[in-house]
């Protein structure tokens, strides 16, 4: 890589932890960076997932006074989301290249759709909780595990836009805080993003330089996410990650 490249990748980890720790989608951020660098699609993905642990555990810490007696609602919910980022961690490596190729863009587009409908996802859980139509699952139920260990299968295959999914899915089936919610939702984020990258540690190819520099930059955004991600402009968010989704399509498509 060159010097611009290393900076590049690098300013993409600390974004991409930042805007993880707040809602998730940070790899929309990093993946087309990473593709623009002449990495392959299947090495960028595995890559990103290895340097965004320390992005996804530095959030996770920087919550810490949300998960205050949430360790046993943690516990249930990480079980679950292990099993299913191990199961998409699996299937990357399982399916041909191609068909990764072909996935993928259709994946980010969906995540995009995700990104863009948050706002309505998170207007229909207040309402939901205004209501109070039914008494919830402290800990969700076996739906919201089933829910959990589909998108965990998806975050250990790709993962963009997981934590929407987490959020959207643990906000209507929980009756809790949305920074408490949140909170989980960066420990099951890092617990799949683990999990994946020890087992991409032993079978995959990746580039050490761009985990390192994501890993650092992650780390650091984590922090900045948890500390000042919250004053950010919600919509200003959403457009940068939607302008990177649409860019990550195009290099793909024409690849």
């Not at 409908?117 to 229909?124: C, T």
């Not at 402290?138 to 836009?161: I, K, N, R, T, W």
Request: with cysteine.
């Amino acid at each position: 890589m060159s010097i611009w490249e290393l900076l590049a990748v690098f300013a993409a980890g600390i974004c991409a932890g930042t805007i993880n720790t707040i809602v998730g989608s940070g790899t929309l951020i990093t993946f087309p960076v990473l593709l623009a660098t002449g990495l392959p699609p299947i090495t960028a993905n595995v890559s990103n997932s290895l340097g965004l642990v320390p992005g996804s555990i530095s959030g996770a810490i920087g919550y810490r006074k949300e998960l205050r007696g949430q360790w046993p609602r943690v516990l249930r919910l990480g079980i679950t989301a292990l099993i299913g980022g191990l199961a998409g961690a699996i299937l990357l490596l399982a399916l041909p290249s191609n068909a990764f190729d072909t996935i993928v863009p259709v994946l980010i587009a969906l995540a995009l759709v995700l990104v863009i409908a948050q706002p309505r996802l998170s207007r229909a859980i207040q309402r939901r909780r205004a209501r109070r139509e039914a008494d919830t699952h402290p800990h969700g139920g076996p739906v919201l595990h089933a829910g959990l260990l589909l998108s965990s299968a998806y975050g250990g295959y790709f993962g963009a836009a997981q934590g929407v999914l987490y959020l959207s899915l643990m906000g209507l089936l929980l009756e809790d805080d949305l920074q408490r919610i949140n909170a989980v939702k960066n420990v099951l984020g890092a617990i799949v993003n683990g999990v994946a990258a020890v087992f991409f540690l032993f079978v995959a190819e990746f580039d050490w330089t761009a985990v390192l520099l994501i890993a650092v930059g992650s780390a650091l955004g984590g922090q900045l996410g948890a500390k000042v991600g919250r004053r950010l402009p919600p919509a200003a968010l959403r457009a940068v990650i939607v302008a990177v989704g649409i860019v990550a399509i195009i290099q793909l498509v024409l690849r």
